[in-house]
């Protein structure tokens, strides 16, 4: 049950948070140094069985320039070499053009992908179910999980989930 792990989503959505509420609680190594050009590891997240590794995935949005398209296509293909990729959602957001530019991306590899539907905090549970159909119909997830980062709801259940797909 060991892999690497990307974590993609847009600006704001909470991946620093949940990068220190896993590492947080359990904390193995820790590491800041850059592994590539364009990776970084956050975190290794360490059970008696497991060794979940989490890069973060720099900015997949709409280039506004060369560089930026370069960029871009870099994190698509760090995309396609991971064991699991989770996309981080803010529900109290909801869907637009920055969670559809990541989907589009994610279609191009055959990675399983992880809807994780952060801050559920912040909305009524009644509001999660139309959402969920929303995003399903524009991707076929491997799973979907709600979590509130920031209060640690949910965060054993993406983990065990998570380490069953490795
Ligand atoms: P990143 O840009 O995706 O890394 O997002 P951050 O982890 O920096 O979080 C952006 C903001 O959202 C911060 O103010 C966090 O405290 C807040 N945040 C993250 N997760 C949650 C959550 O589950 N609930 C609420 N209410 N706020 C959250
Ligand atoms: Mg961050």
């Known amino acids: 049950h060991s892999g690497f792990v990307a974590i993609v989503g847009r ?5 620093s948070t949940l990068i220190n509420e896993v590492i947080g609680q359990k904390i193995a190594i820790m590491s800041d140094k850059p592994q590539t050009t364009r990776n970084k590891i956050h975190g290794v997240y360490t059970t008696d069985n497991s060794q979940i590794v989490f890069l973060d995935t720099p900015g997949i ?5 060369k560089l930026g398209d370069i960029m871009v296509k870099s994190a698509v293909s760090t995309l396609g070499e991971v064991d699991a990729a989770l996309f981080l959602i803010d529900v109290s957001e909801g869907l637009g053009g920055g969670d559809r530019f990541i989907i589009e991306a994610l279609k191009k590899v055959k990675t399983p992908v992880f809807l994780i539907m952060n801050k ?17 119909n524009l991707y076929d997830f491997a799973e979907v999980i709600p979590i509130s980062a920031l209060k640690g709801n949910n965060i054993n259940t993406l983990l065990s989930v998570l380490s069953s797909y490795l």
Do not use: F, R
Request: charged share 25%.
């Open 11 to 15: 600006p704001n959505v909470g991946k």
């Open 120 to 136: 559920i905090d912040k909305i009524e549970p009644e509001a999660l179910l139309p959402l969920i159909v929303q995003y399903k």
């Open 61 to 65: 949005h709409k280039p506004t320039s």
